[in-house]
């Protein structure tokens, strides 16, 4: 859970980077559109294997047994 906890703490500190420089050099609009576009893509991808960590666990922990 801790490793988890660090991955997605990680993720949302890179989007917070990533969109201050993007909005501080980059005026466009489209370029903090698709960049909020890969952070939810990005989002759901990491929530998913989360998801598929937690449920792989504890089947490894007990064939491990």
Same mark, same amino acid.
Not at 19 to 43: E, H, N, V
């Given at each position: 859970?801790?490793?988890?906890?660090?991955?997605?703490?990680?993720?949302?500190?890179?989007?917070?980077?990533? @969109?201050?420089?993007?909005?501080?050099? /980059?005026?466009?609009?489209?370029? %903090? &559109? #698709?960049? @909020?576009?890969?952070?939810?893509?990005? /989002?759901?991808?990491?929530?998913? %294997? &989360? #998801?598929?960590?937690?449920?792989?666990?504890?089947?490894?922990?007990?064939?491990?047994?």
């Amino acid at each position: 859970i801790e490793r988890a906890s660090f991955g997605l703490t990680s993720m949302v500190r890179n989007l917070a980077l990533a @969109l201050l420089l993007g909005t501080a050099f /980059f005026k466009d609009p489209s370029t %903090i &559109a #698709a960049m @909020l576009t890969y952070a939810l893509i990005m /989002f759901v991808v990491a929530f998913a %294997i &989360a #998801a598929l960590f937690r449920r792989l666990t504890p089947a490894l922990e007990h064939a491990a047994a």
